[in-house]
Protein backbone atom coordinates (compact mmCIF):
# COMPACT_ATOMS: atom_id res chain seq x y z
CA UNK A 1 0.00 0.00 0.00
CA UNK A 2 1.05 3.40 -0.87
CA UNK A 3 1.44 5.70 2.29
CA UNK A 4 3.81 8.27 3.92
CA UNK A 5 4.29 7.56 7.58
CA UNK A 6 5.35 10.64 9.23
CA UNK A 7 7.47 10.18 13.08
CA UNK A 8 9.82 12.29 15.61
CA UNK A 9 7.22 14.44 17.20
CA UNK A 10 7.13 15.21 20.81
CA UNK A 11 7.00 17.66 23.39
CA UNK A 12 9.95 19.88 23.78
CA UNK A 13 10.62 23.08 25.47
CA UNK A 14 10.69 26.48 24.02
CA UNK A 15 14.44 26.45 22.16
CA UNK A 16 14.50 22.91 21.84
CA UNK A 17 15.06 20.81 19.00
CA UNK A 18 13.09 18.12 17.55
CA UNK A 19 13.56 16.16 13.85
CA UNK A 20 10.90 14.79 11.92
CA UNK A 21 11.07 11.89 9.72
CA UNK A 22 8.53 10.72 6.74
CA UNK A 23 9.52 7.31 5.61
CA UNK A 24 7.70 6.79 2.53
CA UNK A 25 6.63 3.49 0.11
CA UNK A 26 9.53 3.14 -2.82
CA UNK A 27 6.68 3.36 -5.25
CA UNK A 28 5.35 6.69 -3.47
CA UNK A 29 8.86 8.48 -3.52
CA UNK A 30 9.08 8.85 -7.43
CA UNK A 31 10.17 11.61 -8.73
CA UNK A 32 7.64 13.60 -6.83
CA UNK A 33 9.05 17.15 -4.62
CA UNK A 34 8.11 16.48 -0.63
CA UNK A 35 6.84 19.02 1.32
CA UNK A 36 5.88 19.70 5.19
CA UNK A 37 2.71 21.36 6.49
CA UNK A 38 1.32 21.83 9.90
CA UNK A 39 -2.01 22.65 11.32
CA UNK A 40 -2.84 23.81 14.90
CA UNK A 41 -5.92 23.56 16.72
CA UNK A 42 -8.60 25.57 14.79
CA UNK A 43 -6.19 27.35 12.19
CA UNK A 44 -5.95 26.16 8.26
CA UNK A 45 -3.41 23.84 6.90
CA UNK A 46 -0.09 25.61 6.29
CA UNK A 47 3.51 24.94 4.55
CA UNK A 48 6.15 24.52 6.17
CA UNK A 49 8.85 23.60 3.57
CA UNK A 50 9.23 21.97 0.90
CA UNK A 51 12.33 19.78 -0.85
CA UNK A 52 12.67 19.00 -4.98
CA UNK A 53 13.28 15.85 -6.01
CA UNK A 54 17.00 16.22 -6.22
CA UNK A 55 17.05 17.76 -3.19
CA UNK A 56 18.45 21.08 -4.43
CA UNK A 57 15.80 23.26 -4.20
CA UNK A 58 14.10 24.20 -0.85
CA UNK A 59 11.45 26.51 -0.04
CA UNK A 60 10.15 27.63 3.43
CA UNK A 61 7.44 29.66 4.55
CA UNK A 62 8.55 32.96 6.29
CA UNK A 63 7.85 31.33 9.91
CA UNK A 64 10.77 28.42 9.49
CA UNK A 65 13.36 30.05 7.95
CA UNK A 66 16.42 30.06 10.08
CA UNK A 67 15.17 27.77 12.09
CA UNK A 68 14.21 24.31 10.34
CA UNK A 69 15.85 22.72 7.00
CA UNK A 70 14.29 20.63 5.32
CA UNK A 71 16.27 17.37 3.37
CA UNK A 72 15.83 13.86 2.24
CA UNK A 73 17.36 10.63 1.86
CA UNK A 74 16.15 9.04 -1.66
CA UNK A 75 18.43 5.87 -1.18
CA UNK A 76 16.51 5.86 1.89
CA UNK A 77 13.04 6.56 0.80
CA UNK A 78 12.59 9.49 3.52
CA UNK A 79 12.37 12.80 4.30
CA UNK A 80 13.84 14.89 7.07
CA UNK A 81 12.57 18.13 8.89
CA UNK A 82 15.00 19.54 11.49
CA UNK A 83 12.97 22.35 13.42
CA UNK A 84 15.99 24.13 15.68
CA UNK A 85 14.87 27.13 18.15
CA UNK A 86 11.61 25.89 18.39
CA UNK A 87 8.43 28.51 19.85
CA UNK A 88 5.44 27.86 21.55
CA UNK A 89 3.52 29.17 18.36
CA UNK A 90 5.48 26.16 16.65
CA UNK A 91 2.99 23.57 18.26
CA UNK A 92 0.85 21.29 15.73
CA UNK A 93 0.27 18.37 14.36
CA UNK A 94 3.05 18.46 11.14
CA UNK A 95 2.48 16.54 8.14
CA UNK A 96 4.66 15.00 4.98
CA UNK A 97 3.34 14.63 1.93
CA UNK A 98 4.15 14.42 -1.83
CA UNK A 99 3.63 16.84 -4.69
CA UNK A 100 1.71 16.29 -7.62
CA UNK A 101 4.80 17.06 -9.72
CA UNK A 102 8.83 17.99 -9.04
CA UNK A 103 7.54 21.70 -8.28
CA UNK A 104 7.73 22.90 -4.52
CA UNK A 105 4.38 24.46 -3.91
CA UNK A 106 3.17 25.94 -0.59
CA UNK A 107 -0.62 25.16 -1.53
CA UNK A 108 -2.23 21.71 -0.07
CA UNK A 109 -4.20 21.62 -3.72
CA UNK A 110 -0.71 20.65 -5.18
CA UNK A 111 0.11 17.55 -2.79
CA UNK A 112 -1.87 14.01 -3.53
CA UNK A 113 -0.35 12.26 -0.71
CA UNK A 114 -0.75 12.91 3.00
CA UNK A 115 0.53 10.95 5.87
CA UNK A 116 -1.12 10.92 9.24
CA UNK A 117 0.78 13.58 10.90
CA UNK A 118 2.86 13.77 14.09
CA UNK A 119 2.01 15.89 17.15
CA UNK A 120 4.75 18.59 18.30
CA UNK A 121 3.90 20.17 21.65
CA UNK A 122 6.37 23.24 22.36
CA UNK A 123 5.86 24.25 26.03
CA UNK A 124 6.94 28.10 27.01
Known amino acids: QVQLVESGGGLVQAGGSLRLSCAASGRTFGSYAMGWFRQAPGQEREFVAG????????HYADSAKGRFTISRDNAKFTVYLQMNSLKPEDTAVYYC?????????????????WGQGTQVTVSS
Open 97 to 113: ARARYNDVYDVPGEYDL
Open 51 to 58: VSWSGGST
